[in-house]
């Protein structure tokens, strides 16, 4: 789940087993922006020690020079 449209989150398994390893890909939309953005991806599992976890996502975006 992510905080705005912009960002979007690839999963190369929508279940992992125990043990095993995942990848995330986040992609977030900078057109049409600029300067110091947050946004953040939420992570909800059925782990019962730590259902949901948060990754949160500093930017500095600088527009492009021509």
């Not at 398994?13 to 049409?32: A, H």
């Not at 110091?36 to 975006?61: A, G, W």
């Amino acid at each position: 789940k992510s905080s705005c449209g912009c960002t979007a989150i690839l999963l190369n398994k929508k279940k992992i087993s125990p043990d095993n390893l995942g990848d995330i890909k986040i992609d977030v939309d900078t057109s049409d922006r600029s300067g110091r953005i947050t946004r953040t991806v939420t992570i909800l599992s059925n782990d019962p020690e730590n259902p949901k976890q948060v990754i949160t996502l500093y930017m500095n975006i600088i527009e492009a020079k021509s």
